[in-house]
T-cell receptor, first 113, second 116 residues
């Protein structure tokens, strides 16, 4: 079985400050991990993915995430928040060879001027 | 081109109506998916098609009927829906997962469905 826990339902930051969105996973096997972003009334956009290559993964729009097997974590970071980053972020896990995704409950990122 | 398109963007239907949602991708993906997303919740998987054949049905009520006419198109036929079926319906596609391989899913913008 696999599961994903996003540790914060809401995160508030000021524009220009760092962003940290936390995600822990549980999986019996080596997982693949993704972060998706969803702006209001839009579909999901892939930010980045981890598939057992480099543990530090760089994504679009300045986001990156680090896979830490010992901590079963895959936290998403960005050095400097922009107003356009305000959205819902989903941490997602999938097992090798399977097509189904397991979503976390989501973290709403709020960015204030 | 990594685009998945969905039509219509918005749909309002009565409980006795029959309507269809459409999804299209031209990325050569052989796996396509339907998800349902309620407000402030993550998407929930409904159906998976692999090489135009239904491979996963997550115990979805029969009032939702999927169809995959070809490798680029995915439809969701709706009939006798209930108000609680109102949601954002998302389509996604990916390369076909296989042994030791995971491919990301690309999502469309969704159809906002309201059942009155």
């Amino acid at each position: 079985a696999q599961s994903v826990t996003q540790l914060d339902s809401h995160v508030s930051v000021s524009e220009g400050t760092p962003v940290l969105l936390r995600c822990n996973y549980s999986s019996s096997y080596s997982p693949s991990l993704f972060w998706y972003v969803q702006h209001p009334n839009k579909g999901l956009q892939l930010l980045l993915k981890y598939t057992s290559a480099a543990t530090l993964v760089k994504g679009i729009n300045g986001f990156e995430a680090e896979f830490k097997k010992s901590e079963t974590s895959f936290h998403l970071t960005k050095p400097s928040a922009h107003m356009s980053d305000a959205a819902e972020y989903f941490c997602v896990v999938s097992l090798s060879g399977y097509s189904t995704l397991t979503f976390g409950k989501g973290t709403m990122l709020l960015v204030s001027p | 081109d990594t685009e998945v398109t969905q039509t219509p963007k918005h749909l309002v239907m009565g409980m006795t109506n029959k309507k269809s949602l459409k999804c299209e991708q031209h990325m050569g993906h052989r796996a396509m998916y339907w998800y349902k997303q309620k407000a402030k919740k993550p998407p929930e998987l409904m159906f998976v098609y692999s090489y135009e054949k239904l491979s996963i049905n997550e115990s979805v009520p029969s009032r939702f009927s999927p169809e995959c006419p070809n490798s680029s198109l995915l439809n969701l036929h709706l009939h006798a829906l209930q108000p609680e079926d109102s949601a954002l319906y998302l389509c996604a596609s990916s390369q076909e997962p296989g042994q030791g391989r995971i491919y990301e899913q690309y999502f469309g913008p969704g159809t906002r469905l309201t059942v009155t």
